[in-house]
């Protein structure tokens, strides 16, 4: 038993698509806790619907079937102003194709959180914003726009952003799939470092190896969990080898 609430709670979550004549179950009963101090890993091959179960977690769709419950409450029965905070305040999400404003640079990506999101008084929205720059490695490129930025930089520069909001629950999809090893394992350094005060981080991939630095494991096959392992002692990064 763990004494410890979750921080959400994801109870026979089912999503499928209808299109025309076809129907695709992306997700199928699925049941998981999400809980505090905790890093969370979801496995699974291409199509199993990883990037669909965030969507349903991270409140920008809505599943078929089945409920998600926030704090003990249900997502469903939230005012449409409590949604929104819910999205906006509590949830911080690293998106698979990163989803940066394209006419904004990279620093500016980030201050517009800093500013509409957190409130942040204009004095001090430059400072932190350099300073989640820097902590993903990119201090010296905030002057440059997504496009001229490589694929792994662009996805560093949305996981700072993510960041930005000091989220209670951080949604990373594939956070590592664009970054050479050295620069993988920082970026994982900063994950799991994240998960503490509360906070709880979940992250989604097709690579095995991320299961070891996981407090727990979630296998997801096509649509399905198909197992869940509890890691007693996480694997630290510096050890982790892909
Ligand atoms: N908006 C949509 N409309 C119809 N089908 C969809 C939609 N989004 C996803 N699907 C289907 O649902 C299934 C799960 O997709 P999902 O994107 O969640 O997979 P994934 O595990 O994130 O895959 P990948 O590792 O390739 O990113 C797939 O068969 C996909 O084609
Ligand atoms: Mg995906």
Redesign the pocket.
């Known amino acids: 038993m763990n004494a410890v609430e979750p921080l959400i709670k994801v109870e026979n979550m089912s999503k499928s698509?209808t299109?025309g004549e076809v129907t695709?179950n992306?997700?199928r009963e699925v049941t998981f806790d999400l809980f505090p101090d905790q890093v969370t890993v979801i496995l699974?091959?291409?199509?199993?619907?990883?990037?669909?179960?965030l969507?349903q977690i991270g409140g920008i769709d809505t599943p078929t079937g089945g409920k998600l419950l926030v704090g003990g409450r249900e997502i469903q029965k939230l005012s449409q102003k409590e949604l929104t905070d819910y999205r906006r305040k509590m949830i911080g999400f690293v998106f698979?194709f990163f989803n940066l404003i394209p006419n904004l640079t990279a620093r500016e990506n980030i201050e517009f959180v800093l500013e509409y999101v957190m409130d942040m008084p204009s004095g001090e929205v430059k400072r932190r914003a350099q300073e989640l720059l820097a902590s993903v490695g990119l201090g010296d490129r905030g002057d440059h726009f997504p496009y001229q930025l490589s694929g792994g930089e662009q996805q560093r520069v949305s996981i700072a952003r993510a960041l930005a909001k000091d989220p209670r629950i951080l949604l990373a999809?594939?956070p590592t799939g664009e970054l050479d090893y050295s620069t993988g394992k920082k970026i994982l350094e900063l994950l799991v470092s994240f998960a503490n005060n509360g906070r709880s981080v979940l992250i989604?991939t097709?690579n095995k190896e991320l299961g070891k630095i996981a407090n727990r494991v979630l296998h997801?096959r096509d649509?399905r969990v198909l197992r869940e392992v509890t890691n007693e002692r996480p694997m630290p990064v510096s050890q982790l080898e892909w």
């Not at 699974?44 to 179960?53: I, Q, Y």
Request: aromatic share 4%; proline share 4%.
């Open positions: 698509y299109m695709v992306a997700l699974g091959p291409s199509g199993c619907g990883k990037t669909t179960l969507n698979q999809d594939e989604v097709h997801l649509g």
